[in-house]
């Protein structure tokens, strides 16, 4: 009998599981801009300069004006010296805007933009947009000897902080029935 009871507990909490993270699946599409000057917001690792640590700034619009809400902080590695790419590890730590107190780790090839745009993988994130997973389409809009401007589009899925509490209510509930 009581085998019977673990089965219907178990079953009733998959269902609850699978429905409160189906309700709780958002979707993020925005566009923002990334502010990349060399002499200010990176530095080398080693004595190559193929390794970068950067902390871009991203902006909610292209000009000098836009509202900073945000850095773009990781490492970046020259890996291709015959396309000119870099490979790019980071983390957009939102601070300011409707983001604020929320990150998305990503991941991606940057440089040699003669074939024209290009995309970052989101791999995840924290706060608002936790378990996030996506894509980032960029352009470079602007580039000159002291910065380069990149408009990014976001497009991703992600679970809201709600999913979490919603769950423990639903296990409290089950194991005080059973």
């Not at 950067?54 to 909610?60: G, L, P, Y």
């Not at 996030?132 to 809201?160: L, P, V, W």
Request: proline content about 2%; overall charge negative; hydrophobic content about 45%.
């Amino acid at each position: 009998m009581a085998s019977y009871y673990a089965i219907v507990v178990l079953s009733v909490l998959s269902f609850f599981i699978a429905a409160g993270h189906a309700l709780d699946e958002r979707v993020l599409q925005t566009t923002l801009y990334i502010k990349q000057t060399p002499a200010q917001d990176q530095r080398t690792v080693g004595t190559d300069s193929t390794a970068v640590i950067i902390n871009w700034v991203i902006k909610d619009g292209p000009d000098a004006i836009s509202n900073t809400i945000g850095h773009a902080e990781g490492l970046t590695i020259y890996a291709n010296q015959a396309q000119s790419f870099w490979v790019t590890i980071m983390d957009m730590v939102f601070e300011g805007g409707s983001l604020a107190g929320s990150t998305l780790k990503v991941m991606g090839l940057h440089g040699g933009m003669s074939s024209g745009p290009g995309q970052w993988s989101i791999m995840g994130g924290t706060g608002e947009l936790t378990m996030a997973r996506g894509i980032i389409n960029y352009k470079i809009i602007q580039e000159d000897s002291t910065s380069r401007t990149f408009e990014i589009c976001i497009s991703a899925y992600y679970t809201t902080n709600n999913t979490i509490p919603f769950l423990k209510l639903v296990v409290k509930v089950v194991f005080l029935n059973a």
